[in-house]
């Protein structure tokens, strides 16, 4: 007769296996790559279900500086009830700034 711990393994293991797999940022083998920053966290656990990069690198962008760039991440925010302080919002809007549109900041 198998030992129960036998059958249990593999089912643990592929628990512990995703695990692993979804803590990946904060692993310690991500230490050496960028920590994701405030806006990045808050901008991926609650804008990206909706729309992938592909949504801001489309040839129509409705963002065009960065002061329509946090509009629509206030509108945004607004729309899906976040209640974001004006901190969360300027640090989304300048993670997609960094990471896609690259507009130029002002002063400040
Ligand atoms: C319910 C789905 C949904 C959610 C959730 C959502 N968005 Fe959007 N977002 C859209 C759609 C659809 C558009 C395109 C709107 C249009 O074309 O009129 C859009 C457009 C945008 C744009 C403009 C892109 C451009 O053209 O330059 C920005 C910026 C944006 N969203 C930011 C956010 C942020 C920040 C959040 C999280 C607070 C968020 N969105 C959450 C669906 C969503």
């Known amino acids: 007769m198998k030992p129960v711990s036998m059958i249990l393994a593999w089912p643990v293991a592929m628990l512990v296996g995703s695990a692993g797999a979804l803590a990946q940022p904060t692993a310690p083998g991500a230490a050496l790559a960028q920590p994701p920053t405030r806006g990045q966290l808050l901008y991926n656990t609650h804008c990206i279900a909706c729309h992938s990069t ?20 206030e509108r945004w925010q607004s729309r899906v009830l976040l ?7 300027v640090e989304v809007t300048r993670h997609l700034n960094d990471a896609i549109y690259r507009f130029a900041r002002p002063a400040g």
Not at 83 to 89: C, F, K, P
């Open 83 to 89: 209640n974001w302080t004006e901190a969360d919002i």
């Open 54 to 73: 592909a949504m801001h690198w489309r040839d129509q962008r409705l963002a065009t500086d960065w002061p329509s760039l946090k509009a629509w991440v």
